[in-house]
């Protein structure tokens, strides 16, 4: 069932790339992730109260809180990042780079879980990391020469959070259901979100959001959330080190999308760089 999971988690991931780029396209991304961090924390918590799992939080104990809280924060770095990466990038470039994460975070579960060095796994992380690179190394027009190029360090640090988020999440959903976990991490996010929105002083662009941009940031809410509960559902009983490139396969999603809505085209490097990632995705599950 974990796998199930697991690609249902990429589905919905893939689409909130899409709809969040929507959204964010005339808002300021910090307040974008604070709206959007809302939206998730209402179907967390509905989702919470669905399954019966409220229950459990005064059995929650204190390692399993912190590594909830850790995990929450790493959520929110990523997500600030992440969204800045899309508002100033290209989709195809900073999706590519977070989900790099995937090697890092197969890396950390190794030492950090004792999850089992495979040769397998070795080969996967080969032509997954080739294929990332292969897919970021497009060539630029002259007219983009100088284009603004700090895109990358957000999405560099998106993919390291990504991965921290993983691990911590992994550890602080053990023995709670990870239903209740998802919802107490997203309080964490939230808070972090609207801490960075009034540090930034952006509060006052909120009444100027269009109806349109609002509209896709519920959205992408919506998709967050439902990607979220199907990804820590298979990360409580799953391999973290095979859980997370299987979520990483939303990039088929994105791509797909991109190109429908925001016509961004892959050429032959890049067509390569995504079978790569993808063939060594998918040797994970032999």
């Known amino acids: 069932m974990w796998i199930m999971f697991a690609f249902a988690s990429a589905i919905f991931a893939g689409l909130t790339a899409i709809l969040a780029k929507v959204g964010i396209k005339d808002t300021d991304s ?16 509905i989702m919470v ?18 590594f909830l809280i850790l995990s929450g ?14 508002k100033i990038g290209d989709v ?13 975070t ?30 970021i190394q497009k060539k630029e027009n002259i007219s983009s020469e100088h284009k603004n190029k700090s895109w990358i360090l957000y999405a560099l640090g998106s993919a390291v959070f990504s991965s921290l988020t993983s691990i911590l999440g992994k550890v602080g959903i053990e023995g709670i259901d990870s239903t209740l976990g998802t919802a107490i991490r997203t309080i964490v996010v939230l808070i972090m979100a609207w ?5 930034t002083g952006k509060q006052n662009t909120i009444t100027k959001i269009d109806k349109r941009s609002l509209f896709f940031l519920v959205l992408s809410g919506f998709a967050t959330g439902i990607s979220w509960l199907c990804y820590y559902r298979a990360l409580q009983t799953g391999p973290a080190s095979i859980v997370v490139p299987i979520d ?20 032959k490097k890049s067509a390569i760089g995504l079978g790569l990632l993808l063939l060594g995705t998918f040797s994970l599950l032999l």
């Open 73 to 86: 924060v790493s959520t929110g770095a990523s997500w600030l990042c992440y969204f800045k990466a899309l």
């Open 49 to 66: 109260f669905v399954v019966g799992s409220q229950y459990q939080i005064s059995d929650i104990g204190n390692r399993t809180f912190i």
């Open 30 to 45: 910090n307040v974008a992730t604070a709206l959007r961090t809302i939206v998730v924390l209402i179907f967390s918590w």
């Open 248 to 267: 990483k396969l939303s990039i088929l999603i994105t791509v797909a999308f991109s190109y429908a809505f925001f016509k961004e085209k892959l050429n």
């Open 106 to 135: 197969m890396i950390m579960a190794f030492f950090f879980l004792g999850e089992k060095i495979t040769s397998i796994k070795v080969i996967a992380m080969f032509f997954i990391g080739i294929g990332t690179y292969m897919m």
């Open 195 to 199: 801490i960075v929105v009034f540090v």
């Open 92 to 104: 195809n470039k900073v999706t590519p780079i977070d989900k790099s994460s995937t090697i890092l």
